[in-house]
């Protein structure tokens, strides 16, 4: 499902959500302003206990070390931090990874920031509609904002792109559609010149439309293995969205890396997905959505579908977990002011479908990290690792929806978020 086209709660758009030229004028203002940002330096957490889905351990009463944007050092207290070093004492709270959202659409610096104060350091996108998450990764990277390393998927490889034609005008010669090898593998090319690092397309409709059917098949197997192709060539994996079994099933066939949804996929098309490694990205919590008031959709014939769609999908996570398909948190959302979706929840969700505390922590962290291909620098408290790290109240392990109570959060060493000490 896609948030930014559905029929949704009225509120007025922020002028960042026009095009990617504002994230760039945000940067030009920033550096104009002098402004520093906060976590540059040595940065100590002190009096941690540490959950770590990577070793599914505690460790207690620990200090963890930040220096140049890694884990330097992970030592027991008493323990002197380093002259200068910014300290933060989480008073025997708790330090879980950063967690990764693997299904998101933000497109404005607002909504990074809400993505990332929800405890998300990582976000792999799922299409925006002018190259913004391109945008946003390199702003990131070079530093100028403090915000979630971004994955960027560029714009959607779908029959239809309608207003997607902004986003670069060779996009015009396809206002027909895309359905083609020629115009699919022309899509494919566009984004990797914009710089993605992974190709969004999709094998069924959507859900989040009241006049569409999530089941019905779109793109073939041979057209999907035509983006798939175009795509390997250019060195990046493949997400498909598939709610219904047909089109997930073609897609798997094509060998795209990760099934978005996957709400009505039979045994069989999951017993593919875990013959080939395929990775399911549920996003459970936007089906979720989908049945309450508010949010990111707010429509009753979506509360209607809603109600059918989310005991199904249940069902299809319970089974991929039986069989050992890999699952992954995708909150499938922008980010926006409406938004109650959340990473967290996804978590407590996975957990009340069967996962262990444990399995689904690391369906945010590690699992997630392997999806993305960055298993290797994110996604566990270790040392050498990127210190995306956040601070919760309490023991995750034990209760996931501990992980709603954010206080504390690194982005690659930098404090995007502290709300410690509470007392004078």
Known sequence: MDPRSVVRRPHVPSSAARGRWPLFAALVLLCASGAVLPGQGVVVLRHANLADGARGAIATNA?????????????????????????????????????????????????ARRALESGVTTVRSASTSNFQDVALRDLVKQGAVTGPEVVAAGVFITPELGETMLADARLGALKDGVVTESALRAVVRINLEHGVNVIKTRGTERAGLPNTDPRKQTYTEQQLAWIVDEATKGGVPVMAHAHGDEGAYAAVRAGVRSIEHGTYLSDSTLALMRQRGTFLVPTYITVVDLTRPGGDYDNPILTLRGA??????AETVQRAHRIGVKLVTGADTDYGPESLSRIAGEVASLAELGLTPLEALRAATTVAAELLGIGARTGAIQVGMEADLVVVERNPLQDPRALADVLVVLSNGRIGLNRLPFGR
């Open 63 to 111: 200090a963890v070390v930040i220096r140049d944007g890694l884990i330097a050092q992970v030592e027991s207290e008493p323990f002197t931090p380093p002259a200068g070093a910014t300290v933060i004492d989480v008073g025997g709270r708790y330090v879980v990874p950063g967690l990764i959202d693997a299904h998101t659409h933000i497109s404005t610096l607002a909504n």
């Open 308 to 313: 059918h769609m989310l005991p199904r999908l």
